[in-house]
């Protein structure tokens, strides 16, 4: 059973415009998110996280939001920019990510198109 | 150096074999990890050295054995591979604690024969 779940494999938007990424997630036992970013060939680069006792982190022009009474989180990027064009992945731990097992979701592939 | 290395990129390999896989940081970071991606899938952790110590096996099988010579380097020893084993290997690393993010290495494209 997936725990972390992106259920839509690809966004395209159009530059300069805002990108939203969804990601749910099914243990309410996860108490910290993040999402990567990975282009072809390169291995996940981390982009943002968010501890459970938040509801919002912001860095530049990705902010990412959670809801925790929906298990939902998303990821903003404002504006989109042609080079954010890659796969997100969001993923979730417990212990705030000491244990070292992110669970992470099957990915959103983003283009953004100039 | 705010990198993981990974070497080899690629390899591809036998099934009688025995290979390794090398990773490297020089960050710091005192936890490292092994994670598998498959096409189209998410990373899968296999194992995870917190201090130089395995601390978590997601039952991988025997045939890949981890080993952490020290702080710096994380190795996964190949032996006897199955071709259901190709597969993108991922190295990462990460301060212990709450609240860290990882790094990921670029992986090595494993291709078994």
């Known amino acids: 059973d997936q725990q972390v779940k992106q259920n839509s494999p690809s966004l395209s938007v159009q530059e300069g415009r805002i990108s939203i990424l969804n990601c749910d997630y099914t243990?309410?036992?996860?108490?910290?998110f993040l999402w990567y970013k990975k282009y072809p060939a390169e291995g996940p680069t981390f982009l943002i996280s968010?501890?459970?006792?938040?509801d919002k982190n912001e860095d530049g022009r990705f902010t990412v939001f959670l809801n925790k009474s929906a298990k939902h989180l998303s990821l903003h990027i404002v504006p989109s920019q042609p080079g954010d064009s890659a796969v997100y992945f969001c993923?979730?731990?417990?212990?705030?990510?000491?244990?070292?097992?992110?669970?992470f979701g099957k990915g959103t592939k983003l283009s953004v198109k100039p | 150096d705010t990198e993981v290395t990974q070497t080899p990129k690629h390899l591809v390999m036998g099934m009688t074999n025995k290979k390794s896989l090398k990773c490297e940081q020089h960050?710091?970071?005192?936890?490292m990890y092994w994670y598998k991606q498959k096409a189209k899938k998410p990373p899968e952790l296999m194992f995870v050295?917190?201090?130089?110590?395995?601390?978590i096996n997601e039952s991988v099988p025997s045939r890949f054995s981890p080993e952490c010579p020290n702080s710096s380097l994380l190795n996964l020893h190949l032996h006897a591979l199955q071709p259901e084993d190709s597969a993108l290997y991922l190295c990462?690393?990460?301060?212990?604690?709450?609240?860290?993010?990882?790094?990921f290495g670029s992986g090595t494209r494993l291709t078994v024969v």
């Open positions: 990462a690393s990460s301060q212990t604690g709450e609240g860290y993010g990882y790094t």
């Open positions: 243990n309410s036992m996860f108490d910290y």
């Open positions: 968010i501890s459970s006792i938040k």
């Open positions: 993923a979730a731990s417990r212990y705030g990510g000491s244990q070292g097992n992110l669970i």
């Open positions: 960050m710091g970071h005192r936890a």
């Open positions: 050295y917190s201090y130089e110590k395995l601390s």
